[in-house]
């Protein structure tokens, strides 16, 4: 089984910075692509920023420029660090991540989508 362990969320003025991290622990498993979503009150989870396999990024139009993703595979975590926050930043966000674990044979990969728990971000305006 493999968990996700989200750290760093809080409450922050408008215009300031905020780093979130992720750790994924567990065993005999291999992760193929980390995200962040979010989730504000009375809206849709939504994409902010994914890391897939080959350094590729991408990144919700509302945080280009100002959000960055950063994974270190050697160490299966991810992390956001979030740069001039707006008040319209203040969501729920969530480490997400695809992963591939393994029997304790190792012969029968499952792939899944595997959640954290959330870390609250707040953004004083």
């Known amino acids: 089984q493999v968990q996700l362990v989200e750290s760093g969320g809080g409450l922050m003025q408008a215009g300031g910075s905020l780093r979130l991290s992720c750790a994924a622990s567990?065993?005999?498993?291999?992760?193929?692509?980390m995200a962040w979503y979010r989730q504000a009150p009375g809206k849709e989870r939504e994409l902010v920023a994914s890391?897939?396999?080959?350094?590729?990024?991408e990144y919700a139009e509302s945080v280009k420029g100002r959000f960055t993703i950063s994974r270190d595979t050697a160490k299966n975590t991810v992390s956001l660090q979030m740069n001039s926050l707006k008040p319209e930043d203040t969501a729920v966000y969530y480490c997400?991540?695809?992963?591939?674990?393994?029997?304790?044979?190792?012969?029968?990969?499952?792939?899944?989508?595997?959640w954290g728990q959330g870390t609250q971000v707040t953004v004083a305006s």
């Open positions: 890391s897939k396999s080959g350094g590729r990024t």
């Open positions: 997400s991540a695809d992963i591939v674990t393994w029997d304790e044979n190792w012969d029968v990969p499952e792939k899944k989508e595997y």
């Open positions: 567990g065993s005999r498993f291999s992760i193929t692509a």
